[in-house]
């Protein structure tokens, strides 16, 4: 009755070695580290410089607890401070063999003390937010009137273009705002302008408006494709921040959406308030230019000559020199998009990049005049610039749309669009809430929070005890339990801990604890009915689980809410209470009634249960009065 088969108790022993695993790490404090990341956008970090830094250490005698790759940037431990400042010194130099332009990012950071063991298991403690570790923060508005701006004078570009390849007459094309106006004297003429202008910018509702020789051929943004409009713009604007970001070393920066305009950006780490807002507001632009293949360029290349006149020396990705051309072809003003793809021919990995009407018209004539060349798209980032990408011209490209290929990589696509699509932020930003979070607050904070969890389970253990007796020991415990699996999963999901989150650890303590005591109830409740002790707990938990549950799915809708319509620190603290709640289910009932199936279920002749005073009613009428 009271037993459980053996699989069930090996179920909850690997949950619980699972839960102390993954607990572990956030215990070890944390340690000296260098962190290396991409200095620049057209720079990658990958394996090869995790050997490189590896090898670097080794030649100057420096012996690192560890050097891993880990998601974008390259991380190395030391034992000491002392140790941890040399080590940022040899692999600058090694990495960035020219101070004044550095392709890597060597920062001072702090990592988990844990062992390798624990990391090569991808045990790794949970990042603590902005509120636990200090840092900048910073709430931006996007200014999207601009983006629309922005696209209704490309597009007013592309109008013109348009009507004068196709010989319709007009008189004029002018730009109020984010609306179009063409002007027509003829009524056929505008006809034909609106076929044209309808078919190639679908963006735009037109309408004809005016009579006589006052026609007017007015073009508005849709809704929709305003909408998407301004998505682009907040998407590109928040991939554009975290390429920037990563020049500050932070480990896990936040970078996210609020509301429809906004994005906020939290640097974990971080006190140089000027040198964040300095990254972040840098701009970056993008120029096509043709590669000189003269035999001057040649040797220039070589090292053995000097640039030619007109000329410039740029490196590639691979670090190899190339000498382009001054005169710029196109800027980064004239694409309006670039997407990863395949060759349907090939089946290879390609970018297909979208020019407006201006960058299609030019890129056509330059395309047509010099097949057989190279081409460079250059990335500029601080006044410096990097080839991205340097192709062949095989034959004219019409229509704006343009396809680069040559032994890429999927993710060699994807990295390459990105740089394309996002160099410069789509619309302005202006900082509208700044604040900064010292890191003694940070460690006060996480001392509070720390001790409100501690001091809540002693005060609730506490009761259990004094209350149920043993039953409220195997409460506690269930108690403890559900605290270590929380945290471990909160861990295993390489969760951010932030003020938010510990007070819902705090409150799911409390919560959790209800279905011990609904249990508890109802065991003693069938005590009171007179049921022998084997089948009062039976039957208390089967009864008591129809209640946790109802309580638990409502409290977890009011969670799920909070999570798909909260922001900031109201979803974090969703994220640990629905969390909590799972947790709290499995270890209320199933470990809570393990543990007492394991001490009580193998007592065939059981007489009474460790549950604290069982008030019984009949007892009770049958006691004589106390007579004074």
Same mark, same amino acid.
């Given at each position: ?119 090569? &298991? ?29 696209? #209704? ?75 998407? &409009? ?45 040198? #964040? ?352």
């Amino acid at each position: 009755m009271n037993r459980y088969p053996w699989w069930k108790y090996a179920i909850l022993a690997i949950a619980l070695v699972v839960g102390l695993l993954y607990t572990l790490p956030n215990f070890y404090g944390e340690a000296p580290a260098v962190q290396v990341s991409s200095g620049k956008a057209t720079v990658r970090v990958d394996e090869a410089v995790a050997e490189r830094v590896q090898q670097a250490l080794q030649q100057a005698g420096l012996q690192p607890d560890f050097v891993q790759f880990e998601g974008s940037s390259v991380r190395a431990r030391f034992a000491d401070t002392d140790t941890q400042i040399r080590a940022k010194d040899v692999i600058s130099q090694a990495l960035n063999p020219d101070p004044a332009d550095p392709r890597y990012i060597v920062a001072l950071n702090l990592v988990s003390r844990s062992p390798a063991w624990l990391a090569g &298991i991808r045990a790794l403690p949970m990042y603590l937010g902005l509120d636990l570790r200090g840092g900048v923060h910073f709430l931006m508005q996007v200014d999207m009137k601009s983006a629309l701006t922005k696209r #209704a004078e490309a597009l007013t570009g592309d109008a013109r273009t348009l009507l004068r390849e196709k010989n319709v007459r007009h008189g004029g094309v002018t730009r109020d705002g984010n609306t179009i106006e063409v002007r027509f004297r003829e009524a056929a003429v505008a006809q034909q302008g609106l076929q044209v202008l309808g078919d190639a910018i679908a963006d735009m509702q037109w309408e004809l408006q005016g009579e006589g020789s006052e026609l007017r051929l007015v073009g508005e943004f849709r809704p929709q494709a305003a909408r998407q &409009i301004q998505d682009q713009a907040l998407r590109q604007n928040i991939t554009t921040l975290a390429n920037r970001v990563n020049e500050l070393g932070v480990a896990e920066p936040v970078i996210q959406q609020q509301g429809l305009d906004r994005v906020v950006v939290q640097l974990p780490g971080v006190q140089d308030t000027a040198k #964040a807002k300095d990254i972040i507001g840098r701009t970056a632009t993008l120029e096509i230019r043709l590669v000189n293949e003269s035999a001057e360029a040649r040797e220039a290349e070589r090292g053995s000559a000097p640039v030619p006149f007109g000329s410039e020396r740029f490196l590639e990705r691979d670090g190899r020199p190339i000498i382009v051309l001054r005169q710029v072809v196109l800027t980064g003003e004239n694409l309006t998009d670039a997407q990863p793809g395949f060759d349907p021919q090939t089946q290879e990995p390609v970018v297909n990049l979208t020019l407006d009407a201006k960058g299609a018209r030019v890129f056509r004539d330059v395309t047509r005049e010099n097949v057989g060349r190279r081409m460079a798209i250059i990335l500029f980032e601080k006044g410096k610039g990097e080839v991205v990408t340097a192709p062949v011209i095989r034959s004219e490209i019409g229509g704006g749309r343009v396809q680069i290929s040559g032994r890429m990589t999927t993710q060699e696509a994807n990295d390459q669009a990105l740089l394309l699509r996002a160099g410069s932020l789509a619309a302005p930003m202006e900082i509208i809430e700044e604040r900064t979070i010292g890191p003694s607050l940070g460690a006060d904070n996480i001392a509070k929070g720390f001790d409100s969890v501690i001091y809540g389970f002693i005060a609730i253990a506490v009761f259990m005890c004094a209350y149920y007796l043993l039953f409220g020991v195997f409460s506690t415990v269930a108690l403890a339990f559900n605290l270590l699996l929380l945290v471990a999963v909160l861990s295993m999901l390489q969760a951010t801990l932030t003020l938010p989150g510990m007070a819902a650890i705090a409150l799911t303590l409390g919560m959790a604890i209800d279905a011990n005591v609904l249990i508890n109830e109802r065991v003693r409740e069938e005590l009171r009915a007179g049921l022998p002790p084997q089948q009062a707990i039976n039957i208390g938990y089967e009864r008591a689980w129809g209640t946790i549950l109802d309580s638990n799915v409502t409290t977890l809708i009011a969670g799920l809410a909070l999570l798909a319509f909260g922001s900031g620190p109201v979803r974090g603290f969703a994220v640990v209470h629905c969390l909590g709640i799972l947790t709290s289910m499995f270890s209320a009932v199933v470990f809570s009634r393990g543990l007492v199936n394991l001490w009580y279920g193998r007592q065939k002749r059981l007489k009474s249960v460790s549950i604290g005073q069982v008030w019984r009613p009949d007892a009770a009428a049958a006691k004589p009065p106390v007579k004074g």
